[in-house]
């Protein structure tokens, strides 16, 4: 799996994220670019941790491609997460090539504590960059079943991810939520920034587009099947969140055995 080329300070906000439950993110992101980000994808890669390792796995796959003397990927790679676009130039070196993998920063104002650009210039690129690819790959804050995923507390993360999801909605190929499993396992605050205004509108991108949560298990969910939502009504514990997050989303997005949108690794 991919490894960062930086060793990035423990004390700004990314930091301390990308440390946090690694393995999962990860596992999360070799996921994500073996089923969707394959050869000749292009996608806008949002700022985040969880997204930061989906940008190094594709620079590993390619780099293994490469080495292997197999097909190149062949990606695009629109990105407003300054991690990934510094990895780049890092595993892009004149001494390790990474052929017919491109990337592209949105620009804009930049938080060094969250390794990420924003403002308009940013929101403006990042909603016509969503519309260029076919992916969308988003880290959120944490995820709930009814009322949609959840930013950072920064506003203008807030902001970019709801100007891209606007842009792409109907008209991507998939929108990709990537989270560890502590994101299903929070209890609802209103004081959240959730993506969505309304759960109907969370409901109509699910309609609308092809959209997926890639997350990994909770440490104490053992393979035991996750039964019905009605069975979580009342939960008090971090394990009872992710269970009644888990079995509303799997009633609602893996409606068919063949069409599994919500991905529990």
């Not at 490894?3 to 596992?27: C, S």
């Not at 035991?224 to 888990?246: G, V």
């Not at 997005?253 to 069409?259: G, P, T, V």
């Amino acid at each position: 799996m991919g490894q960062a080329k930086v060793d990035y300070p423990t004390d700004t906000t990314f930091g301390k994220r990308i440390r946090e439950l690694e393995p999962e993110k990860k596992q999360v992101a070799k996921y994500v670019v073996d089923t969707f980000l394959t050869q000749g994808a292009s996608a806008f890669i949002c700022d985040g941790s969880s997204t930061f390792y989906v940008g190094l796995e594709i620079f590993q796959e390619a780099k293994r491609r490469h080495d292997s003397n197999e097909d190149t990927l062949d990606i695009n790679i629109y990105t407003n997460n300054l991690a990934i676009a510094h990895e780049y130039a890092m595993w892009n070196s004149p001494q390790s090539k990474l052929p017919e993998v491109r990337v592209y920063s949105t620009g804009g104002e930049i938080s060094a504590d969250l390794m990420m650009e924003y403002g308009d210039q940013a929101k403006d690129m990042a909603a016509e960059s969503s519309e260029r690819g076919p992916y969308v790959v988003l880290a959120v804050r944490a995820i709930f079943a009814k009322q949609g995923p959840a930013g950072l507390r920064h506003d203008q993360d807030v902001i970019i991810k709801q100007a891209v999801l606007q842009a792409g909605e109907g008209i991507v190929r998939g929108v990709i939520f990537v989270a560890d499993h502590k994101k299903l396992s929070q209890p609802y605050d209103q004081g959240m920034q959730i993506l969505f205004h309304n759960s109907a509108d969370w409901a109509r991108l699910m309609d609308k587009t092809n959209t997926y949560i890639v997350s990994t298990r909770h440490p104490q969910h053992h393979g035991e099947q996750i039964s019905n939502p009605d069975n979580y009504k009342n939960p008090r514990t971090e394990k009872d969140y992710y269970l009644a997050n888990c079995a509303l989303l799997t009633q609602t997005m893996n409606k068919d055995f063949n069409d599994r949108r919500f991905i529990l690794l």
